[in-house]
């Protein structure tokens, strides 16, 4: 035995020898950890990890030690020399020569650029190195990795990016920089670390101190992304002052302890960050308390935020815009302008503008009318169209004078500037190169700092300067976070980069599944097939899993919560309605199955309107409190979140308790004894029939010897659903299990009550096949909605200018009744207190829907407010009714809608009510200022129905017209 591993360990030393021997004319670089060997021909010979003796070089895949592109064309390096700590490169079939600065670190070795002889390239691989592949590759962190051996290329400073990919049979680990726009390659710099995997996290903290780079730590020196806030779920929220107290109640609710305040919620204009004074009223002061009252509540708080770029109503943009903004295009005046005129010829090629037919960029984020805009001098020009075909020089349908600036002759010879734009906030990107991001960044730490944020999502990370992606999106969040004094903080942003490594705290952030479908079509693109929720999920799970690679935690989310809709796709013959059900059960418990699996956190990117419309909110929470519980209590065992992470498979959560459990010795004597958990999930899958009504959802499987159907109405409708057994067992999240029997003995039927929950029946001693017929002979008798009608003229008090048709001369043909609408102009930024008041008795404690009936005499996007009373009048938000724009100018019932191609009725408009007397008033929000152009409301109609919507006949029936 002694001689066999004797005769292993010469063996290994051997290989050891042979692997580190280098030829007269090679380099060797050597720490304590690694010794690597570098030909004179510039390819890598060795890199010998010295912990392991293992050899991580991939000799076969012959890569160089660096890349230039030099004039255009791509030069690998083919020769290498040292004096003393200096590198000199050179490269084949170029004049370029580089000269490097080695140091020796008791743990990595560290290669800094110098100087730059002969041609400059524009673009470099600064050090690049191809090593044998291990079970994991971390494509931002630069890191191939295993669970024994790690070999990773860190920078050293935001000059260069890293960036990792497999080639074929080997791992390219690669260090980039470029030579303009910022700084230019020399002090472009990267340290080589090959260590054991458990070294790797401290030997990474040790560069980021030595050289400095965005760390985000506690006082101990414990990264944020090791800290537990790294995996704590959080809400993503717009609100006001007056709403934390709902803020504080939705975290109690889930057991959420962070909620991410939009960036909308207080941020009026980005720039400047100017208050929404009807959501602050106090500006700082108010969003400071808001900080406040939350930290006092046990939750911290983040700033969701865009911090390069700026609102075009900011007042870096109007009435005079400033120079500092990124130039994406430009081109001169063709021939001098007036300060009227539609068409504006420039001396260029604008075929690849946004506007222009032949553009190949097809798709533009918020769609491509917010990106069809020139700067000329102090003047923002909006066109429709470029032209004419063939030659595309001339700017058509221009509006002058856009964003509030003055339209003004320019002369020949002028340079048109097409500055980068956001289309998510409609803002200018800023050029990162001036001091604008100094001035910018400044404002948002002193109100980021006075109010005491705990958490940053920097938004809009993809909307930089691409000339140098990676470094601009590194620049601005680096030195955001540079002037944010608290640690640590709870740093993410849409896009983690390398250089930000050390810095972030989670990633992998997608937006919620309706803005991504909504996204695409609004950018201009289009869906062949809409992707399934579940498909959605999907994607962010794997999403998350290349974070991990990283070494990074993941999240899931941003996930949305919302209401059955309609979303016109764009195709030919004007395009296709589908009909988009709300989020259901098994889709969100599709979504915590994977969070309880992976141990990951989701985030929540929702709505207090969303998730009032949605009649299956408060069973949607509940499901997700119970899943939070338990992962955070980290009691599932391995086996089973092995079974919970298989794609496409469904599983349920059926029992969830707690027990003692007591340890005994061989002759039965206690050795100790303590609580624990235990978990059961049950996989299942669709069941095709129930009852049939297309609007019950099922699911089946079987464990523990009973067949366990999770069911419920997919509009939240409530009934009996009657089955033809003597008894069946009901279980619920906590774990209580309920024995129904017969309604009538002798009676064979029993009565299961369905509704906007998630119930599970179990069947004992029974097979699938037996519960699916059962299921499918079963009866659903869903109840009668309670409808409440009010005609508009019941007004208990008309305020202001508020008035009745009949007294202003107003006849409305196809109305019900006497309208009541505003007789005056009025400004939504500015509310007056009008308002007709409403009250009606509610018989019974629930959720409540209200509908009102509308005409907008032109038509369009109009709307009312909707307030009650003691709340301060914004309308936004909340106070919203009406507001779908796709009316034609007719009688249609509304809630809420979304704008000018919302379709009515738009979203349901719910209330949580006791019973009695509920009060509420409608104001006056969106018009044409006039008695014969503003909005007019005819009917209200308030109903317990979730998926009710009134129509003109069931209206005229009830209000006898």
């Known amino acids: ?169 080997f791992a390219w680990l690669r260090m980039r920089t470029q030579d303009a726009p910022g700084p230019r390659l020399e002090g472009a710099a990267a340290a080589l670390v090959a260590a054991p995997t458990n070294l790797l996290h401290p030997i990474l903290r040790q560069i980021s ?146 506007g222009s037919p032949v553009c190949k960029q097809k798709t533009w984020e918020g769609g491509v009318a917010k990106h069809r805009e020139v700067v000329i001098d102090d003047e923002i020009v909006a066109y429709e169209s470029i032209g ?30 097409r500055y980068g734009v956001d289309g998510c906030i409609n803002g200018y990107i800023i050029d990162q190169e001036t001091n604008l991001i100094e001035e910018t960044t400044d404002r948002l730490a002193h109100i980021f700092n006075t109010c005491g944020f705990d958490m ?69 693109g289009t869906w062949d097939k809409l992707p399934t929720v579940k498909d959605h999920i999907d994607r962010s799970v794997r999403y998350m899993h290349s974070v991990g690679e990283d070494r990074m935690p993941g999240e899931l989310g941003w996930f949305g919560i919302w209401a059955k809709r309609t979303l016109t796709l764009p195709g030919n013959g004007g395009g296709r309605r589908v009909a988009i059900d709300g989020l259901q059960f098994d889709e969100i418990e599709y979504l915590m199955c994977k969070s309880l699996a992976y141990n990951a956190p989701i985030s929540l990117q929702t709505s207090f309107s969303s998730m009032e419309s949605h009649p299956l909110t408060p069973g949607i929470l509940e499901l997700i409190k119970a899943y939070e519980v338990i992962r955070l209590r980290g009691e599932v ?67 523990d010897g009973a067949v366990d159907v999770p069911v419920w109405h997919v509009a939240g409708k409530e009934g009996d659903l009657s089955l033809d057994r003597r008894m069946v067992w009901l279980s619920s999240l906590d774990s209580t299990v309920t024995v129904i029997g017969p309604v009538h003995p002798p009676r064979r ?18 097979t699938v096949e037996e519960v699916n017929k059962l299921l499918a002979s079963a009866r659903f008798d869903p109840r009668r909605p309670v409808k409440l009608w009010l005609q508009a003229e019941e007004a208990v008090r008309l305020v202001g200018k508020m008035a009745k048709g009949s007294a202003v001369g107003v006849k409305e043909a196809g109305a019900f009744g006497d309208v009541v609408l505003c007789t005056a102009p009025f400004n939504r930024t500015k509310p007056q207190p009008w308002h007709a008041e409403y009250r009606v008795k509610v018989p019974h404690k629930g959720r409540w829907t209200l509908w009102a009936r509308v005409r907008y005499p032109h038509g369009g996007d109009l709307s009312f407010g909707l307030v ?24 249609h019932w509304t809630g809420r809608g979304g704008g000018s191609t919302h379709a009515p009725p738009g979203q349901p408009i719910t209330f949580t009510l006791d019973a009695g007397e509920f009060v509420f008033r409608i104001t006056p929000r969106e018009g044409g200022g006039t008695t014969a152009t503003n909005p007019r409301l005819d009917a209200l109609c308030l109903t317990d129905g979730p998926s009710y919507v009134p129509t003109d006949e069931e209206a005229r029936k009830a209000l006898r017209r």
């Not at 940053?456 to 000339?467: A, L, M, N, S």
């Open 388 to 417: 004419p075909e063939g030659k595309w020089d001339t700017l058509l349908g221009c509006h002058r004078g856009a964003w509030g600036t003055k339209a003004a002759a320019h002369k020949a010879g002028t340079t048109a500037r």
């Open 868 to 891: 009650r009373p003691g709340e301060a009048v914004t309308p936004s938000g909340n106070q919203v009714i009406g507001n779908c724009g796709a009316n034609k100018k007719a009688w």
């Open 456 to 524: 940053v999502y920097f938004d809009g990370g993809e909307d930089v300067d691409r000339r140098r992606f990676t470094h601009y999106v590194s620049k601005f969040q680096a030195l955001a976070m540079s002037k944010f004094t608290k640690r640590p903080l709870v740093h993410m942003g849409t896009i983690m980069t390398h250089n930000l490594w050390h810095s972030f705290t989670r990633s992998a952030t997608v937006d919620h599944y309706l803005n991504t479908v909504r996204g695409r079509i609004i950018a201009g």
């Open 1 to 169: 035995m002694e001689t066999a591993m004797l005769r292993a360990t010469l063996v290994l030393a051997a290989a050891f020898i042979l692997a580190t021997a280098a030829c007269a004319a090679d380099i060797a670089f050597e720490s304590r950890r690694v010794r690597a060997v570098l030909g004179d021909n510039a390819v890598w010979r060795a890199i010998v990890a010295k912990d392991t003796r293992q050899d991580l070089c991939s000799k076969a895949a012959g890569v160089p030690f660096a890349t230039a592109r030099v004039v255009g064309k791509t030069h690998q390096a083919n020769r290498a020399s040292l004096d003393g700590d200096r590198l000199t490169v050179g490269f084949k079939g170029a004049d370029t020569v580089l000269v490097y600065r080695v140091t020796t670190k008791p743990d990595w070795l560290e290669f800094r650029l110098e100087q730059v002889k002969g041609t400059r390239p524009t673009h470099l691989d600064l050090v690049q190195v191809g090593v044998t592949p291990q079970a994991h590759l971390g494509s931002r962190l630069n890191c191939s990795w295993d669970e024994k051996q790690a070999i990773c290329l860190m920078t050293l400073n935001l000059q260069s990016d890293g960036k990792a990919h497999r080639g074929k049979g």
């Open 209 to 354: 101190l030595a050289h400095n780079l965005p760390r985000n730590e506690d006082a101990n020196g414990t990264p944020s992304r090791a800290l537990p806030l790294a995996r704590q779920s959080y809400w993503f929220l717009t609100f006001g002052e007056k709403d934390v107290d709902k803020v504080i109640a939705c975290c109690k609710k889930m057991g959420f302890r962070q909620v991410m305040m939009g960036s909308g919620s207080w941020c009026r204009t980005v720039g400047h960050y100017t208050f929404h004074r009807n959501r602050y009223p106090d500006g700082i002061e108010s969003l400071k308390r808001t900080v406040a009252k939350l930290h006092a509540a046990g939750i911290k708080v983040g700033m969701h935020c865009f911090a390069s770029k700026v609102s075009k109503i900011d007042t870096y943009v109007t009435p005079v815009p400033d120079r500092r903004f990124w130039v994406v295009d430009s081109a001169k005046l063709a021939a001098g302008i007036a300060a009227a005129g539609d068409t504006i010829r420039l001396a260029g090629d604008l075929s690849q503008w946004p």
């Open 749 to 766: 039927s029993v009565w299961v009550d369905i509704g906007p929950r998630r119930s599970v029946l179990k069947f004992r001693d029974e």
């Open 637 to 703: 065992d391995e086996e089973t979140k092995k079974r919970l992470r298989q794609p496409g498979k469904d599983h349920i959560l059926t029992h969830a308790f707690k027990a003692t459990v007591v340890n005994v010795d061989r002759d039965g004597k206690e050795l100790n004894r303590g609580e624990r958990w235990f978990q059961s999930f049950t996989e299942v899958v669709p069941l095709k029939e129930i009852a049939g009504d297309a609007d019950l959802r099922a699911f089946i499987g079987k464990s």
